[in-house]
């Protein structure tokens, strides 16, 4: 039976492992010529889960660029049945697949969140969060109140993808492969990889403040959700239970630091985060139990990292 729901939940390949299927939605906001999708202000909104790691995403890249007035949000909520569910009715639709439906009539592949939509067009623009970053990044400057601030520098993109790259497997995803391995064999090997690159990055910090230097960039942006959610969530539920965040010298302190960012804890809300997981993964938690801890108060406390300078 517990072979059963999590084949639905999260199908595995042939040993086992995790296998996350690909988005679906991959049009782009651009000046480019004959793109239907011109950059504008009151146009497009996000729909996004507050338990979701890949949809916090795009409301931390949002706040950081200062588009809160340009983009707007519609939060959604898992039912029961796994669901997503709109806080409240929206283009005369309820849930995710109905707005799937509204973009897209007879779609039948996964009703996912992030989503980049476009009010005028009804229209799904993109549905991969890695995507929307880099577009909420670059094209929406003229509306933004941080427009200065580049998550993605030409100088740096080779570094920041090699960062993405490494992190999406092994952590970003590998938190899932641990917590959806439907064998002994896939889970010790995500285990041991999730917890290898851990520790690599926990070196790195020791030398650099950020990822990629001693600037944010949507390397730290794509990594911090999955950290934010680890201590509370990962560690227990998903088995990932090796080290906490907080135990590491360099990490536990690099999460505060991008906590404490302007505007970055405002997309956080670590209740739902616990109550989405916990409530509503049933074959990893058949009670439904929601844990106490831990108090995200532990956040707010010193980082020290801002005389941290990238080695010459």
Known sequence: MWQLMMSKLAPPDRTGAYIRPSSSFRNFVSTAPENPYGPATARYRLFVGKGCPWAHRTLVTRALKGLE?????SVVYPSEGGMWVLESETFGCNTMPQIYQLASPGYQGRCTVPVLWDDSKKAIVNNESSEIIVMLNSEFNEFASNPQIDLYPVDLRSQIDEWNEKIY???????YRCGFA??????????????????EIDRSLSMNRYLCGDRVTLADVRLFTTLFRFDAVYYSLFKCNVRRIQDYEH?????RDLYQLPGVA????????????YGNLFPLNPG????AGPDVGILLKSHDRA???NPV
């Open 251 to 255: 990490l536990g302190a690099y999460l």
């Open 288 to 291: 439904c139990i929601i844990p």
């Open 169 to 175: 497997q092994s952590v970003n995803n590998g938190v």
């Open 182 to 199: 439907q064998s002994q064999a896939a889970y010790d090997s995500a285990c041991s990889e999730l917890f290898a690159v851990l520790d």
């Open 307 to 309: 005389g941290i300078k």
């Open 69 to 73: 007035d340009a983009i707007s949000v």
């Open 266 to 277: 405002g997309t956080c809300d670590l209740e739902a985060v616990k109550r989405d997981y």
